[in-house]
């Protein structure tokens, strides 16, 4: 990679790793909002905390699943691909990043039309469009879908994905 890219492929880091902090902390705020109003009755109801923690959790999630696949963080089983030769290896590797290519892409798709097709529907406590909550789908889509391209052409060019950036810590 050239420096500009590597000077891309950082900010780029950082600003997921920062949306995913702040969604991460609206989850775990409007959680805890949520359970202490619940138990100290002279803090008013919120019925808006639970819609706030799972809209928070899922665009979080779908945010940082593209980092995850370039890091090698999502989970795995390689129980049986050890004892294989490394050109077995190989294959097996770009078979399985291939299949989650095309998913990934299924749900792009899908993940636009279900964005376009609940524009119109309401969330009941915080009465945001559910299409633009949905956005989180074909967003993370992307993002997966960007990286997984970029450890399949790491496959087909070195013969196995990308070790972890020696700054990421072991699944």
Request: proline share 6%.
């Amino acid at each position: 990679m050239s420096v500009d890219s590597l000077t891309i492929r950082r900010w780029y880091d950082r600003i997921i790793i920062a949306l995913v902090f702040v969604s991460f902390s609206v989850m775990l705020g409007a959680a805890l909002i949520g359970t202490l109003a619940r138990y100290l009755t002279f803090l008013p109801v919120i019925t808006w905390g639970e819609e706030v923690t799972r809209f928070a959790g899922i665009w979080s999630v779908f945010l940082v699943s593209g980092l995850s696949i370039r890091r090698g963080a999502h989970l795995g089983v390689d129980m049986f691909t050890r004892l294989m030769t490394p050109k077995i290896q190989r294959l097996v590797a770009l078979a399985v990043f291939l299949m989650v290519l095309g998913f990934v892409l299924i749900l792009l798709v899908y993940g636009i039309v279900l964005s376009a097709d609940n524009l119109a529907q309401i969330s009941p406590a915080l009465e945001w469009r559910m299409g633009l909550v949905y956005l989180c789908i074909p967003i993370g889509a992307a993002l997966m879908s960007f990286e997984l391209v970029i450890v399949i052409i790491h496959v087909l060019r070195r013969g196995m994905p990308p070790p972890p950036p020696a700054d990421a810590s072991p699944a």
